[in-house]
């Protein structure tokens, strides 16, 4: 039946899609629609037909458009957020793709491209807000070199806003290790984490709702549904990421603790003082290739002292895990270890120790087994693949010798990279001095669990059940008070 303008198919589809998108029951997005909004029905149902046309019936988990309101829960930090599963990816986060992928990466970016170039309105007052930004375009550096991260506008405010999260949790840190006199060379308890990440939200929660009462020079402007829902979009993208990383986080955990508790047994406490010696020195260490087949190689140590040790790495597995290390301490150095600039990330994670720990998170994804995604398989660590397959919905972090010529790629994908920064961050962050303890991994593994969970809440709070205008506020006044802080120096710009 048509009704003013639009069947009562469209309607239904419309009020279903947007309910997903804006995590909302469907009958309040049929009261959002029937707010003003009646006249988008039609044209939002010939957006959402044209993406079945290129994706089929169900686009919108390839592109991480919907998260449905029952996709949030209580995990196990007693924290509200998205539980994991597998529409939760990484894959526009990759650096590189393999020859496989190519083709499947470059199709759900051109269509997202679509989804978000049909909501914008080009002479509108969102326009900036909403338009679609190439990698090249962004403002913020590290966003520029990764090929698949084009989005609108206003996902730049996303990623500042876990920026801010990120710079008061720390403040929040160093307040109470000030305050305590904590040693510089012991991490912050993971009770204090967790409070400081705690009051870092409830902070930039009050901030928010500042900027997005705080009208620009326009003064009062018309509501716009594309505005909000290309909005949402990009939120319940950089939500699903968060929520990938937090299943990653999971998996590490998994790795570290047997892993480097095996190291421990084995007499392998602290960072091997041949490496130290290159740091006491200032010297580059060169001997990785060397330790790891002293260690893991065909008549390694540790294969004598235990048979959890009994698989060999061959050479060309040996030069895979050094090339995987130095690039996966590179890209951590550019990313999670840049929040207080360059100099301290290379002081902090550049060392030839940190390399060392990132070496052994390498190797932990080949020597683990596991029940991974709940099969009942034990198998060689598994992480879930970036891009939908229906033949294998996971694949082996650490490549098979017989990986076929598609798959191959001389450096990790975006979930193994993940993990392995994980691995390396939970026995970093878990240790004093130069130690290599399995102990205190599972208490800092819930702290960062305890902030993804906090990052996704602020995501949430930003963008859900907001107008376009308010919208609009927090992308211009947000963007002011970064900048802001990158001129005083308080914040370094990524």
Same mark, same amino acid.
């Given at each position: %039946?048509?009704?003013?303008?639009?069947?009562?198919?469209?309607?239904?589809?419309?009020?279903?899609?947007?309910?997903? !998108?804006?995590?909302?029951?469907?009958?309040?997005?049929?009261?959002?629609?029937?707010?003003?909004?009646?006249?988008?029905?039609?044209?939002?149902? =010939?957006?959402?037909?044209?993406?079945?046309?290129?994706?089929?019936?169900?686009?919108?988990?390839?592109?991480?458009?919907?998260?449905?309101?029952?996709?949030? *829960?209580?995990?196990?930090?007693?924290?509200?957020?998205?539980?994991?599963?597998?529409?939760?990816?990484?894959?526009?986060?990759?650096?590189?793709?393999?020859?496989?992928?190519?083709?499947?990466?470059?199709?759900?970016?051109?269509?997202?491209?679509?989804?978000?170039?049909?909501?914008?309105?080009?002479?509108?007052?969102?326009?900036?807000?909403?338009?679609?930004?190439?990698?090249?375009?962004?403002?913020?550096?590290? %966003?520029?070199?990764?090929?698949?991260?084009?989005?609108?506008?206003?996902?730049?405010?996303?990623?500042?806003?876990? =920026?801010?999260?990120?710079?008061?949790?720390?403040?929040? @840190?160093?307040?109470?290790?000030? /305050?305590?006199?904590?040693?510089?060379?012991?991490?912050?308890?993971?009770?204090?984490?967790?409070?400081?990440?705690?009051? /870092?939200?409830?902070?930039?929660?009050?901030?928010?709702?500042?900027?997005?009462?705080? @009208?620009?020079? @326009?003064?009062?402007?018309? =509501?716009?549904?594309?505005?909000?829902?290309? /909005?949402?979009?990009?939120?319940?993208?950089?939500?699903?990421?968060?929520?990938?990383?937090?299943?990653? *986080?999971?998996?590490?955990?998994?790795?570290? !603790?047997?892993?480097?508790?095996?190291?421990?047994?084995?007499?392998?406490?602290?960072?091997?003082?041949?490496?130290?010696?290159?740091?006491?020195?200032?010297?580059?260490?060169?001997?990785?290739?060397?330790?790891?087949?002293?260690?893991?190689?065909?008549?390694?140590?540790?294969?004598?002292?235990?048979?959890?040790?009994?698989?060999?790495?061959?050479?060309?597995?040996?030069?895979?895990?050094?090339?995987?290390?130095?690039?996966?301490?590179?890209?951590?150095?550019? @990313?999670? *270890?840049?929040?207080?600039?360059?100099?301290?990330?290379?002081?902090?994670?550049?060392?030839?120790?940190?390399?060392?720990?990132?070496?052994?998170?390498?190797?932990?994804?080949?020597?683990?087994?596991?029940?991974?995604?709940?099969?009942?398989?034990?198998?060689?660590?598994?992480?879930?693949?970036?891009?939908?397959?229906?033949?294998?919905?996971?694949?082996?972090?650490?490549?098979?010798?017989?990986?076929?010529?598609?798959?191959?790629?001389?450096?990790?994908?975006?979930?193994?990279?993940?993990?392995?920064?994980?691995?390396? *961050?939970?026995?970093?962050?878990?240790?004093?001095?130069?130690?290599?303890?399995?102990?205190?991994?599972?208490?800092?593994?819930?702290?960062?669990?305890?902030?993804?969970?906090?990052?996704?809440?602020?995501?949430?709070?930003?963008?859900?059940?907001?107008?376009?205008?308010?919208?609009?506020?927090?992308?211009?006044?947000?963007?002011?008070?970064?900048?802001?802080?990158?001129?005083?120096?308080?914040?370094?710009?990524?």
């Amino acid at each position: %039946m048509m009704k003013s303008g639009y069947t009562d198919e469209e309607y239904r589809q419309v009020r279903e899609n947007l309910a997903a !998108i804006m995590s909302v029951k469907e009958d309040e997005s049929s009261m959002l629609l029937h707010d003003g909004h009646m006249h988008e029905v039609s044209p939002m149902s =010939d957006l959402f037909k044209r993406m079945s046309g290129i994706l089929a019936h169900k686009w919108m988990a390839p592109v991480l458009a919907k998260i449905p309101e029952q996709a949030w *829960g209580v995990g196990e930090t007693g924290e509200r957020h998205v539980i994991p599963d597998d529409v939760a990816s990484m894959r526009f986060l990759s650096p590189e793709i393999t020859v496989k992928y190519q083709k499947t990466a470059a199709k759900l970016v051109a269509a997202r491209k679509v989804l978000m170039e049909g909501l914008c309105e080009r002479d509108g007052p969102y326009r900036e807000m909403t338009a679609w930004t190439e990698p090249e375009g962004f403002t913020i550096r590290n %966003m520029r070199h990764l090929p698949l991260i084009a989005d609108i506008a206003f996902s730049e405010t996303l990623v500042r806003l876990e =920026d801010v999260l990120n710079h008061e949790m720390h403040i929040c @840190d160093a307040r109470w290790r000030q /305050a305590m006199r904590w040693p510089q060379n012991q991490a912050t308890p993971g009770a204090v984490t967790r409070e400081s990440s705690r009051q /870092a939200l409830e902070f930039l929660k009050e901030q928010i709702d500042v900027w997005c009462r705080k @009208d620009g020079p @326009d003064g009062k402007l018309p =509501d716009s549904l594309r505005a909000r829902v290309a /909005a949402n979009l990009s939120a319940n993208r950089a939500i699903l990421e968060l929520c990938a990383k937090d299943a990653r *986080g999971k998996e590490a955990a998994q790795v570290t !603790i047997p892993f480097f508790g095996k190291l421990n047994e084995c007499g392998i406490v602290k960072v091997a003082e041949e490496v130290l010696v290159c740091d006491d020195r200032r010297e580059k260490w060169t001997g990785l290739p060397e330790l790891l087949a002293r260690w893991f190689g065909h008549k390694g140590l540790l294969r004598e002292k235990d048979e959890y040790f009994a698989r060999v790495m061959t050479p060309s597995q040996i030069e895979t895990a050094v090339r995987w290390s130095e690039h996966i301490q590179k890209r951590y150095l550019a @990313d999670r *270890g840049s929040a207080w600039g360059p100099e301290k990330a290379a002081e902090a994670h550049g060392n030839a120790h940190n390399l060392f720990i990132f070496a052994m998170a390498t190797v932990s994804t080949f020597y683990v087994k596991g029940n991974w995604g709940g099969k009942a398989a034990f198998r060689p660590v598994q992480t879930l693949n970036e891009f939908p397959n229906r033949s294998s919905s996971r694949y082996s972090s650490f490549p098979a010798s017989g990986v076929a010529k598609g798959d191959k790629l001389l450096l990790p994908r975006i979930h193994t990279e993940e993990l392995i920064k994980q691995v390396y *961050g939970q026995i970093y962050y878990a240790n004093t001095g130069f130690n290599v303890l399995a102990g205190g991994v599972r208490d800092y593994a819930e702290s960062r669990g305890n902030l993804r969970a906090h990052l996704q809440q602020l995501h949430e709070f930003a963008v859900r059940n907001r107008g376009a205008q308010e919208l609009l506020n927090l992308h211009t006044h947000l963007a002011a008070y970064v900048n802001d802080k990158y001129r005083t120096g308080e914040m370094v710009e990524a």
